[in-house]
């Protein structure tokens, strides 16, 4: 069953998105429930992290033509751009209004904006999306992160297998009797390991340490955990004129994704390390893993592209392999900067903008928060830019 998204059809769009959307939502509450994070922090980081995507996604709907927006690609740029646009908001208004809404205004006023926009005149009016995408998009999270929590493991591989069948019942459309018995037989034994393993969810502790997650094991995990957390607190309080490092000196390091976590936290008193140490892990790795399913969606024209290509990128990134790690996910900046990075060359590759101005507007934004998150990302935005210069003079044209 191959399912055609028409923007002739809004009711089956709606529908859909928001089928979607609770799935995305059960998934991030069971994991961060699952991880230790209280009902009230869990609360409070679903709900801002979600805002700040679902704000960064209707500036992004708004800015694109000619197309149709699946889901994914609305939780990937909507991430990369609420995300941006959150932590500056938070660092230019920190010392006029209080923590807790200062992320708020400058998203606010973006959507203002574009909410007085025309409305974009979609002239390709089908769009083909994949039934199991964001289970896909899931289940390469889940890989990803099961090798660093090591006891999402069981979860992961029964997850996986259900996943699988969904994918090639309903989105490969296989006719042939002997693939529908495969698919059939995956799906049953993805079900029933999930059945057995549900017990996880009611007597967690009995699976993991419960002090999975304290000053002790974070820190042999990862060594700079205390330091993200301070780094969080400093950046919060003071920006970059002044550290808690060092009282009277500024911050000589990249920062801004540290700004983020702080935004994040910034309702409500949460736990330390709730943010820093559990919950950023698994927000920024699915949200890049959306962002490199719409670039492989865009440039290869296979439906199983997307699938094979955060399939690799899930299993390099786990410790499995720690000969090649592309997404170190011990290290939040990074992981923080590598979203802003893909989203600059899914940017670079729409040609698809209202006006030039808006594509212009994003790529500054994006790589100020990506210089400001990451300074060894410079090289790489020098090497894209004259990889760009040098395209325009050998074809004459900017695409």
């Known amino acids: 069953m ?25 998934f ?6 699952l991880g230790g994070i209280s009902n009230h922090d869990t609360l409070i980081i679903v709900a801002v992290s979600g805002l700040q995507v679902a704000m960064g996604a209707f500036i992004w709907n708004r800015f694109v033509t000619e197309r149709a927006v699946n889901f994914i690609e609305l939780i990937g740029m909507g991430g990369a ?9 938070s660092q230019i208004f920190r010392t006029v209004l209080p923590k807790s809404i200062s992320w708020v205004v400058l998203p606010v006023i973006g959507v203002l904006i574009c909410a007085k926009l025309p ?6 009016s089908q ?3 994949l039934f199991s995408d964001h289970l896909l998009v899931i289940s390469a999270t889940l890989l990803t992160i099961c090798s660093l929590w090591n006891w999402l493991i069981p979860i992961t591989g029964s997850f996986v297998l259900v996943v699988i069948w969904c994918f090639w019942r309903f989105d490969n459309r296989s006719s042939q009797r002997s693939q529908v018995l495969v698919a059939n037989l995956i799906g049953l034994l993805g079900l029933v390991g999930m059945l057995i393993r549900l017990k996880i969810l009611f007597n967690v502790e009995d699976y993991r340490s419960s002090a999975w997650w304290n000053l002790t094991s974070g820190t042999r995990q990862y060594p700079d955990s205390i330091f993200n957390e301070s780094m969080v607190n400093s950046v919060v309080k ?6 808690i ?4 000196t500024k911050i000589n390091y990249h920062w801004l994704s540290f700004a983020w976590q702080g935004t994040v936290g910034s309702v409500g008193d949460l736990e330390p390390f709730a943010v820093t140490g559990i919950a950023s892990i698994p927000i920024l790795v699915f949200v890049m893993m959306c962002i490199v399913w719409s670039i492989a969606r865009l440039v290869f024209k296979g439906k199983f592209a997307p699938v094979a290509v955060i399939a690799v990128l899930s299993m390099v990134s786990s410790r499995f392999m720690s000969f090649m790690t592309p ?6 900046s990074y992981s923080f900067a590598l979203i802003l990075l893909f989203s600059l060359v899914f940017i670079f590759l729409n040609n698809s903008f209202q006006k030039p101005l808006f594509g212009s507007f994003l790529i500054i934004v994006s790589t100020i928060v990506l210089v400001g998150s990451k300074a060894s990302m410079v090289p790489l935005i020098i090497g894209g830019l004259a990889f760009i210069a040098i395209d325009v003079l050998l074809s004459g044209s900017l695409h």
């Open 245 to 248: 490092f060092m009282a009277g």
């Open 28 to 33: 991030f509450v069971s994991i961060f429930l």
């Open 238 to 243: 003071y920006g970059n004129t002044d550290t």
């Open 2 to 26: 191959r399912i055609l998204i028409s923007l002739a059809n809004p009711r089956i769009f709606i529908m859909s998105a928001a089928a979607k959307l609770l799935v995305v939502v059960a």
């Open 119 to 124: 409305r974009p005149d979609k002239k390709i």
């Open 127 to 129: 769009n083909e999306v």
């Open 81 to 89: 751009i609420g995300f941006a646009i959150s932590l500056l908001s």
């Open 327 to 332: 997404l170190n996910i011990y290290s939040s």
